[in-house]
């Protein structure tokens, strides 16, 4: 028997479950604990569900999120606990060592990383989204896919493969959406409110940025500047800073996208983003890493120093590119 | 006999066909035109592809795509004409009258408004894209959808679609999608070419409007304003200040956005986006028009009177929101 049997065996035979997902919730990790929830809860089972942390605004409307605990008493270890979307004990945050004291954890979760801390794990890379599995498990359970669960799966789904765009979306991810979509939820309506908002302090601090914006290397190369001064004045936060790196990149015939950012230390921040090239090995040539598309490295020295440094690698880059 | 089939029937009979989509080619009039080229081309008929106008270079990725032509010469009026994803014969821009000459069209469309002008029609308005239609006749075909052919279809249905968010999406779309990724195409790689690029002029602008933004009513309300002479400072297009109306409502928290866009002839034009008011009754009231989510007037007057007057009608209409 598979863990897969045995996890599916289990569910089937105990009547009460704790639920659980990791801390900073994302959709996947809170639209799984909702699908799971209700679809435990739909074969009359009694379920508590625990996310360590404040489910961020654009997934209250999901239903069930309001009933979500933030702490959890484990009085009795008898009852079997569910972790979801977590690759490791350590994301569940403080709520870790209570949760590690059940006599049975089920892990239950699609990052390759996955530690395999559960006596019980169900850990398929494979899938784009935990809510991809928790999909098949209630399949599993014959749980009839109702508008609330369908709409929290499709939540966690879309969410981690960025609309369908990253490409740990296959064949089964579209099919199991289909399935979702026939319980008469629309795309729209979801679509709209968990993609496309970002907080005001993102747009002041986008503002901040294009406006320091140069082209080089025949409008290849984009480059855009920011300080710790001017991303405190825009009250933007780290998350705020991440998402601006990706704009250099999305300028119609860029390249190679550059953001420096000063951070008040006497250190100078690097994030690189491409679209062809390889800028892990950019990034390698400063004592950075990363990924093809997306790198980055940390200097220390004068600004305009290394900047130019930086640029001058850059359009050597592009130069032998085009050659 | 149903149109569909007896346009199947005429194209497995004929060997020749010449095969035009609508002028300001978009993502699906492009797609569907090279898979279903490229799919009659496989099963060995000689194909003529057009399209009147220039293919946008975000496209020309696609396969086949260097090889579309941008006029038509009908020597023998015998041969068939497909036209694909084209409401009427008016989108074939100057191409019309030329097109029309052939005895036998085949109209093959989704749009709700087709004005069946064929001699045949396979109109569906149901299916999300032209390109999701093309995929089921290839099927009926039993043409092969190898990677070329399902990257074209990859486009027409997510560009039209916007990349599966809009409630255009049917679970038919996502089954078709599910197949298409079983030829092996990366819908990582396309969807970074298709999305999220935006030419230089449109951030140059974005960067303006940021720059003029207030919020009203609880910070629920987002203004920006724009002017027919930064837009031309900026090198921006109409496009590129439709691009901009949607970002006033992309604020988190934001309600209600509303771009005034002030023409240099007096008249000043007003967008108006929103989560959940009817923005229509908004625009209605000021003699303009739209959709529930998205609409807009032109007004004559004093920009600031103007100003004042609408966002005390939005206010007004926020106020009854949280009443």
């Given at each position: 028997m598979t863990d897969r049997e045995k996890i599916i065996k289990r569910l089937k035979e105990e009547d009460k479950f704790i639920l659980i997902s990791h801390m900073l919730p994302d959709g996947d990790s809170i639209g799984s604990l909702l699908a799971m929830g209700e679809g435990l809860r739909r074969s009359g089972k009694k379920v508590t569900l625990i996310t360590p942390g404040h489910i961020p605004r654009k997934y209250t409307f999901l239903k069930g999120s309001e009933r979500v605990k933030h702490e959890v008493l484990i009085d009795d270890p008898a009852i079997p606990v569910i972790v979801l979307d977590s690759s490791d004990p350590e994301r569940l945050g403080l709520l870790r060592d209570e949760i590690m004291k059940s006599s049975e954890v089920f892990n239950i979760d699609h990052h390759v990383t996955n530690q395999r801390f559960g006596t019980l794990n169900y850990v398929d890379p494979e899938a784009a989204a935990t809510g991809e599995i928790i999909y098949h498990i209630l399949e599993d359970l014959e749980v009839e896919i109702d508008e609330n669960i369908a709409e929290a799966l499709y939540v966690a789904i879309s969410t981690d493969t960025g609309s369908f765009k990253y490409d740990n979306t296959t064949p089964n991810t579209h099919r199991v959406v289909a399935t979702l979509l026939e319980s008469g939820i629309s795309p729209g309506t979801i679509s709209s409110m968990i993609f496309d908002e970002r907080p005001l302090s993102f747009y002041i601090l986008l503002k901040e940025a294009l406006s320091t914006l140069e082209l080089y290397e025949s409008r290849r190369l984009a480059v855009m500047t920011l300080s710790k001064d001017i991303k405190d004045r825009s009250g933007a936060t780290s998350d705020d800073l991440e998402g601006i790196v990706n704009y250099t990149r999305n300028i119609e015939g860029i390249e190679l996208g550059i953001l420096f950012y000063l951070d008040n230390q006497g250190e100078i921040k690097v994030g690189f983003r491409s679209k062809?090239?390889?800028?892990s090995i950019l990034a390698g040539k400063l004592n950075g890493g990363g990924h093809i598309r997306a790198a980055g490295a940390r200097i220390e020295g004068d600004f305009e120093t290394v900047k130019d440094k930086v640029i001058a690698e850059a359009c050597k880059m592009l130069k032998e590119l085009s050659a």
């Open positions: 062809s090239l390889d800028v």
